[in-house]
């Protein structure tokens, strides 16, 4: 809203009338009044404000003229630094805060492959947001507490390798705290078995290799070509190994099979990248968050509009009834890309009597996880999740996120 302007009755330098005194200038229970033309501004109005301008009367009139609107005003206060008015609503806004770090934990330790999956996954998921790595390598379930408790936003864990199938304990885990957790993303990455040493290691006189187990199995027709290698020995970490490697700095005839994000967090030198026997091989990850908070992006490794939910059931009448639950999907044009079952650990035995007979027959008793192509909210998956629950003892959608493509194929 603009001030109206103040009919001027100051004199010329021409005038010989008697000067006369000016109005009163009411805007908002504040009233601006000059009592001479050397008279500073005063604003009158709770609280008492003295003006830090000291503009004369002719500077007011001046100002006045220009039509200017309160807002221009009010910024005109604002900029003083003894202004104990509030900022305007018209003042230019603040820089935005930054948010917090996301924390995810990671199955694992330091130089693990889950810590770089969880470092692709969050890393860049916005430029105002960065990620604070938790490693949880004290058992398989810590990423999964630390979610519960508050202690993580995000975790990571991993789930199936191309070449090894599924990960047991972590199908377990997901079914276990399926009513906290739940998938929100994905990452598929391929794999890099790198032979590690210490610096300035002659690659002939290693004499000694170390590993996980599975790792050892993938890299078996490379460690026969090795022509001075003695031995080769299984660790439940190769991680660990390598930081212990790192540390004791006496053993250079020794290497470790381990991940190049290993050889940057502990120093140590790569013999050999991609050590592997053979191409085509991948681990996938799953990003889990808290089913009641989704504050933060699931990830930055998604590429296109394919999504993929995943679901677990058992069967009331146990494996037999498999049959149709796979139609149920079928029926409504959704397609079954995965499917995988672990024991019912609830309810192990399973007896199912036969028709018109009061004899009934044992059943191991399992839980089915099936991942199936499209969105939980999608009309055709809702409606085959809902025709699974009818023949189901159980049933729980794990999650529903959308497909990584972006790592396959550039092994």
Excluded at 279 to 301: I, M, T
């Amino acid at each position: 809203m603009a001030l109206q302007a103040v009919a001027s009755t100051y004199p010329t330098p021409s005038s010989t009338h008697r000067y006369k005194k000016p109005r009163t200038l009411t805007h908002h229970h504040i009233s601006i009044k000059n009592k001479s033309r050397s008279d500073p501004i005063r604003v009158d109005a709770p609280p008492q404000i003295s003006s830090p301008f000291h503009l004369t009367s002719e500077e007011l009139e001046s100002i006045i003229n220009q039509n200017l609107t309160i807002s221009t005003l009010e910024h005109l206060f604002s900029l003083s630094p003894s202004n104990p008015l509030p900022p305007s609503k018209t003042s230019p806004p603040s820089s935005p805060r930054r948010r917090p770090p996301v924390r995810v934990a990671y199955q694992g330790v330091r130089g693990s492959y889950c810590q770089e999956a969880a470092t692709r996954s969050f890393s860049s998921a916005s430029t105002s947001i960065s990620s604070l790595l938790i490693p949880c390598g004290s058992t398989l379930e810590s990423p999964f507490s630390a979610l519960e408790l508050g202690e993580a936003d995000r975790a990571v864990v991993p789930v199936e390798n191309s070449f090894d199938g599924p990960i047991p304990r972590n199908l377990d885990l997901l079914i276990r705290h399926s009513e906290e957790v739940k998938i929100i993303g994905e990452i598929v990455l391929p794999v890099n078995h790198c032979l590690l040493c210490l610096p300035g290691t002659n690659p002939s006189n290693i004499r000694r290799v170390v590993s996980h187990p599975q790792a050892i199995s993938h890299c078996r027709q490379r460690l026969q070509s090795m022509e001075n290698l003695e031995s080769v020995e299984e660790v439940q970490n190769a991680a660990e190994f390598a930081r212990f490697l790192a540390d004791e700095r006496t053993t250079d005839d020794t290497a470790v099979i381990g991940s190049e994000i290993a050889a940057e967090e502990f120093g140590l030198s790569i013999l050999h990248s991609n050590f592997q026997d053979r191409e085509g091989n991948y681990n996938r990850f799953l990003q889990l968050g808290r089913r009641s908070s989704f504050a933060y992006p699931s990830s930055v490794c998604t590429v296109g509009e394919s999504w993929k939910t995943t679901v677990a059931f058992s069967l009331e009448k146990g494996a037999s009834d498999l049959f149709k639950a796979m139609c149920a999907f079928e029926n409504f044009g959704v397609k079954v890309c995965r499917v995988d079952h672990r024991p019912n650990r609830d309810e192990p035995m399973k007896v199912v009597k036969k028709a018109g007979s009061d004899v009934g027959v044992g059943y191991f008793n399992y839980v089915f996880v099936m991942d199936v192509e499209g969105r939980e909210d999608e009309p055709a998956v809702r409606t085959a999740i809902n025709q699974i629950k009818d023949i189901s003892g159980f049933s729980s959608v794990l999650g529903s996120y959308a497909i990584c493509e972006s790592e396959v194929g550039s092994s």
